[in-house]
């Protein structure tokens, strides 16, 4: 009988660590590989931490060796810095609010890694994301975690048929609880290793220190009400996102929120809480699960940032595009996120999120509404079958 050969990506974490064991325990041959993401050069103090640090590299060489393992680092670092950190750097400064994550999900894990593990002859590649992949007669369907408190699905929406044939996700049935006594009792030093950052090369959530370092900076501007009187100065769009309300400097006695980063005009918009709602958005660069949009619109909900509730909607299509309208406004849409949508626990797909309107009247058609595409390249792809 054939032993199935699969790549494991090891961030250092607790997760790929499991991950890698669980596959090992379950007869598969098993390699560990490691993304070396950030330039080593950099000084220590403007160095990362979590996956895209220097030290997840010898984490992971550690727990590859405990178990048994071969363990390869790839040098990852150019195609970081232009496909993550430049777009990251770029999307603030055009006013938009970006997620690396899925970005790097994308184009380097499920992209260029997979590509990578096919060439060492692996059958899968496999990660320490919480999400499940399920086969169907109507193909690879995506699924959200058993532990939906760290349901990862919001981050692979990108997926398509040609990758998820050949991924695997070890964590899908297991609460994080459960993985964490897992590497107790195999006694791997990742047991006690903290919760990873939301943006792993981001300390302390930081962004604007980030920017401020690594990108142009933008040039102060005008702060106005929603009625256009100019309340005072902002310090570059870059520093601010929509629906911040910390920061902004005014002492007008109400709380105020970001309604939206005018780039034309270098104008920060803020308004009272009910001004951040919405109705509706329009998400470009579309990519669904199945490689078509769904035909059923019964059941669809939306999840525009990852720690947002899903919300009823109905879908508008317009070729690459797509009006989601909600049943229930929602509050502050940031432009530059992602927008998933999902039936049941099934994620069907989603695209980044271009503007949002209140339909004060009527909710639009999709086609009605200007494109405002950003230039990051579409972010459907397509995935070279292993010969």
């Excluded at 009988?1 to 790929?16: E, F, K, L, T």
């Excluded at 199945?290 to 317009?318: F, V």
């Excluded at 929602?330 to 209140?358: F, H, N, T, W």
Aim: charged share 25%; net charge negative.
């Amino acid at each position: 009988m054939s032993i199935n050969r699969v790549v494991v990506a090891m961030s250092g974490g607790v997760d790929s660590s499991v991950a890698a064991a669980l596959l090992k325990e379950a007869g598969y041959e098993t390699i560990g590989v490691t993304m070396q993401l950030w330039p080593d050069d950099r000084p220590p103090s403007e160095r990362p931490g979590g996956c895209c640090g220097i030290d997840a590299i010898e984490r992971a060489r550690r727990t590859c060796a405990n178990l048994g393992i071969p363990h390869y680092v790839l040098d990852f670092r150019e195609a970081f810095e232009k496909t993550v950190i430049a777009d990251f750097c770029g999307e603030y400064r055009h006013g938009r609010t970006p997620n690396p994550c899925i970005r790097c999900n994308q184009f380097l894990k499920f992209d260029k890694l997979l590509k990578k593990a096919w060439e060492l002859d692996a059958d899968y590649l496999a990660t320490g994301h919480y999400a499940k992949i399920k086969e169907s007669p109507e193909g690879y369907r995506l699924l959200k975690a058993v532990d939906r408190s760290k349901d990862q699905s919001y981050f692979l929406y990108t997926l398509g048929q040609a990758e998820l044939g050949h991924l695997k996700f070890p964590l899908g049935n297991w609460h994080k609880t459960e993985v964490r006594a897992k590497a107790v009792e195999l006694g791997l030093a990742t047991a006690s290793a903290p919760e990873s950052q939301d943006i792993c090369f981001i300390e302390d959530g930081d962004y604007r220190t980030f920017l401020g370092k690594y990108s142009e900076t933008s040039d102060p501007g005008e702060i106005a009400d929603t009625n256009g009187n100019v309340l005072g100065q902002h310090k570059g769009l870059a520093a601010y996102t929509v629906g911040q309300r910390h920061g902004l400097g005014l002492g007008t006695g109400q709380p105020l929120y970001v309604i939206r980063l005018d780039i034309e005009t270098n104008r920060l918009v803020v308004g009272t809480a009910d001004k951040s709602l919405s109705r509706y958005l329009l998400a470009s660069h579309l990519c669904w699960i199945s490689g078509k949009p769904p035909e059923d619109q019964s059941g669809i909900t939306a999840k525009i940032r990852y720690r947002a509730s899903e919300a009823k909607s109905e879908l508008k299509l317009d070729e690459d595009r797509v009006l989601v309208a909600f049943k229930e406004p929602q509050k502050a849409i940031a432009p530059g996120q992602a927008v998933v949508l999902y039936r049941g626990e099934e994620v069907l797909g989603g695209g980044i999120i271009e503007s949002a309107g209140d339909g004060e009247k009527e909710v639009p058609e999709a086609s009605a509404l200007p494109s405002k595409h950003n230039g990051r390249g579409p972010a459907s792809k397509t995935t070279a079958q292993p010969e």
